[in-house]
């Protein structure tokens, strides 16, 4: 797709299908004072003039997609084993990748029509080097509720204060294991302290919780879930164990899938949360602890009746669902590829017959 018929197709327009209030594109020079009086008045306007939810972005299911997710990059600083294949990926050429200026521009769109929560992510996006300005932008968003990020930690500590100051709300840290030698084995690379660090930092501005994401695999890790749980007693971080996922190249097998029951057996005591609609995760609260475990089982229960997410990779494809065996060119149908949606991703014994992409460009 080429840069000028890009330039075409994202031109802002105005949309019948929605009567949410303007949202206007970030405006270069105008002071911050001024900034967050317009802010106010379109917000309290919004809360005036609530609207039903955009057509745009709701498939033949019903359901209403609010959450994007925006792959920054393809590249990543570490090479995990179960998202990087050993010998490596060809990425896209930079000129094929979405502009900084696309992707605001996307986004303004996408909040237009409805989306309250965006995630940033890379493969590593705080290797991005104007990540700190793209929040910036969209915390000017009218409408956006969430600004997130998905990270490996190694940058978050030195990154943290200045993403706070522009507006980041929600963070995700990546972490499989509490013992460095075996991080090292699984990210490739020495960084265990400095993903610690980062931990410690966002709970002292008080991101709570701060989510930390680990993919479970047995033989692996399993053994560390007391580990995980003694990291939670005293800090306030929702610990999310993610069942082994398939994409190509990370030698999915059943036999690598954890179970929810494997938990109770270990934690009887285990007190159940309340569920949100359109939650991944299945929450529970150990008594004593601050902090909170979830598990998100994608594959053996899978959460698709209920899912509000849509992913745009770092060379402007849409992704309707990780498991999905197509895309479509985002900048040509966006509202068509949300309505082909499909109700619930391939069960697991369907796998071996799809064709997927390697996590690392899809973008986590």
């Known amino acids: 797709l080429c840069r000028d018929q890009a330039s075409r197709m994202l031109r802002p327009t105005p949309r019948s299908c929605s ?56 590249k990543c600083n570490l090479r995990c084993q179960y998202c990087m294949p050993e010998e490596g990926v060809p990425l896209t050429p930079k000129a094929n990748l979405l ?10 769109l996408f909040v237009k029509e409805g989306v309250e929560k965006i995630w940033l992510m890379g493969r590593e996006p705080l290797i991005q080097p104007d990540e700190v300005d793209i929040v910036a932008q969209l915390q000017r968003l009218e409408g956006l509720r969430t600004i997130g990020v998905t990270t490996n930690g190694i940058s978050l500590a030195r990154l943290l204060p200045q993403l706070q100051r522009a507006g980041l709300s929600a963070i995700n840290i990546s972490l499989d294991t509490l013992v460095p030698a075996k991080f090292e084995f699984i990210v490739r690379r020495k960084a265990f302290h400095k993903v610690m660090e980062g931990i410690h930092k966002a709970n002292e501005p ?40 398939p994409f190509d190249g990370n030698k999915w097998n059943f036999k690598k899938m954890e179970m929810l029951e494997t938990v109770w057996q270990l934690w009887p005591e285990l007190e159940k949360l309340s569920e949100e609609e359109s939650r991944t995760a299945k929450a ?49 149908i966006i509202g068509a590829a949300v309505g082909r949606k499909k109700q619930q991703h391939a069960g697991m014994f369907s796998i071996s017959q799809m064709k997927n992409w390697p996590m690392i460009l899809i973008g986590g």
């Open 99 to 108: 502009t900084t200026k696309e992707i605001l521009t996307l986004a303004w």
């Open 206 to 245: 008080g991101y709570n919780p701060v989510k930390v994401n680990c993919v479970m695999t047995r033989g692996l890790n399993e053994d560390e879930l007391l580990d995980f749980a003694a990291l939670i007693k005293g800090l306030p971080l929702d610990v999310a164990f993610i069942e082994y996922m």
């Open 284 to 332: 529970f609260k150990i008594p004593g602890f601050q902090g909170q475990i979830s598990f998100i089982m994608s594959m053996s229960e899978h959460f698709c009746g209920t899912c509000n997410r849509l992913q745009i990779t770092a060379d402007g494809n849409l992704k309707v669902c990780l498991f999905g065996n197509s895309e479509q060119e985002l900048l040509r």
């Open 19 to 74: 009567s949410r209030v303007p949202v206007m594109p970030p405006r270069p020079g105008e002071s911050l004072q001024a900034a967050s009086q317009e802010l106010s008045r379109r917000r309290q306007f919004s809360r005036e003039h609530e609207a039903p939810f955009s057509a745009f972005l709701t498939d033949s299911f019903g359901r209403q997609h609010s959450y994007l997710r925006i792959s920054l990059l393809e």
